[in-house]
């Protein structure tokens, strides 16, 4: 099964350039950027908004959530709540490493001659 395929267009993701990877309630999609734009506009609700996970806005929130969790986890700072919240906060992270190893890891980081859709 090919997994570079945009779920909003339905067309093949070339390289990690196009790719935009977006998670929703335990679920991770990819696609292309301009196609995000347009899910983006058509989500009207919060509960359905698609929150990405790769680009500066994922990695902040990664990195962020990471130091939160092993701050949480090697820390007495709230007890047994800490810890609850540190394995929470590695959720993000979780899904992070999800979509590397699942979308981008397949992909070539930019191609010079694609064809554009």
Request: aromatic share 14%; glycine share 6%.
């Amino acid at each position: 099964m090919n997994t570079n395929i945009c779920r909003y267009c339905y067309k093949k993701i070339q390289d990690r350039d196009e790719l935009v990877t977006a998670s929703n309630w335990f679920r991770i999609r990819p696609y292309h950027y301009r196609c995000f734009e347009l899910l983006e506009q058509d989500t009207k609700t919060i509960a359905g908004a698609w929150t990405p996970i790769n680009g500066r806005v994922g990695l902040v929130t990664v990195f962020l959530m990471l130091v939160l969790a092993i701050v949480l986890l090697f820390t007495d700072l709230l007890g047994g709540i800490g810890d609850l919240v540190g394995f929470l906060a590695l959720y993000p992270v979780l899904l992070r490493i999800l979509s590397f190893f699942i979308f981008e890891m397949h992909l070539p980081k930019y191609l010079e001659n694609k064809k554009r859709p």
